[in-house]
């Protein structure tokens, strides 16, 4: 079993950048494939990105593709989502999650492991 812990969550302008950390506790960080997910207000949560075990492969959501990173710190047990030039509608609560499995997936349902999330807010 692994815990999840987000931080880095905050209020930033338009245009502006933040980088969200998930800490996980455990020894067997590196056999997860790690992922974003965010809950906006009256909707579903929805994927961000994901990466591989290695760190070797990523994969990203459309609305972010090109804005965000995902990327991995196996030695500090840590996942990472720098988010760039974010938009008022980038507004939700982010939650990273861990999944046993070999492939990265997009789907809430197949993640095992959730954070409590944390709100990140962008005005216009």
């Known amino acids: 079993q692994v815990q999840l812990a987000e931080s880095g969550g905050g209020l930033e302008q338009a245009g502006g950048s933040l980088r969200l950390s998930c800490a996980a506790s455990?020894?067997?960080?590196?056999?997860?494939?790690m992922g974003w997910f965010r809950q906006a207000p009256g909707k579903e949560r929805e994927f961000v990105a994901a990466?591989?075990?290695?760190?070797?492969?990523?994969y990203y959501a459309d609305s972010v593709k090109g804005r965000f990173t995902i990327s991995r710190d196996n030695a500090k047990n840590t996942v990472y989502l720098q988010m760039n030039s974010m938009r008022p509608e980038d507004t939700a609560v982010y939650y990273c999650?861990?999944?046993?499995?070999?492939?990265?997936?997009?789907?809430?349902?197949?993640?095992?492991?959730w954070g409590q999330g944390t709100q990140v807010t962008v005005s216009s």
């Open positions: 999650a861990a999944d046993r499995g070999l492939t990265i997936s997009r789907r809430v349902t197949t993640y095992d492991y």
């Open positions: 455990g020894r067997t960080f590196s056999s997860y494939t």
């Open positions: 990466i591989s075990r290695s760190g070797g492969s990523t």
